[in-house]
């Protein structure tokens, strides 16, 4: 059900993803879902839970031999490239807070830092600095893959050479640390 509505939700955007919506697209009735979640908030969570741990999967996965510039590239590359095919689903992640260490929530959001924290052990950065860093990757990736996905950006410049600069400007940030 959590797959279907993910599915659903990055065909026609998280805000128009009901539990109604949902019901057609598996042809059953609304109140069957109940079965499987309590609300559209409960659907909402397990869709977050999903695409962190999808997008972990895939930066992690992406950064699997590389360290340094080549991790940071291919961390950014796939987390950008799993945000653009999944814009519903990882709408969901945006906001939901936790409710302790063990939610679902928790854990897959630590998967996904992990993922960028292994880039970052690739650079010369001081153990009281790694949480600035980590906000300033997740910062430049979220930001430019989230406005990629709502088509913002408009300009003549290429888009992929746009973030392969943004790249190289992380790169060169995290360098002079």
Sequence with gaps: MVAAGAALADEVGLANLTMGSLAKRVGVRAPSL???????????????????????D?????????????????????????????????AATIGVEPSGPDDPLATAGQRLLGAFTAVLRGYEIADSDVDHALRMLRSLCHGFATL??????????????????????????????
């Design 34 to 56: 109940y079965k499987h979640v309590s609300s559209q908030e409960d659907l909402n969570r397990r869709i977050a839970v999903l695409a962190l741990n999808e997008a972990a």
């Design 58 to 90: 895939a930066v992690g996965g992406a950064v699997q031999g590389y360290a340094g510039p080549d991790a940071l590239a291919a961390a950014a590359r796939a987390f950008r490239a799993f945000v653009l095919e999944h814009p519903g689903r990882y």
């Design 148 to 177: 990629q996905a709502a088509n913002a950006f408009q300009w003549s410049a290429d888009i992929d050479e746009s973030f392969e600069w943004l790249i190289t400007f992380a790169d060169r940030g995290l360098r002079a640390l």
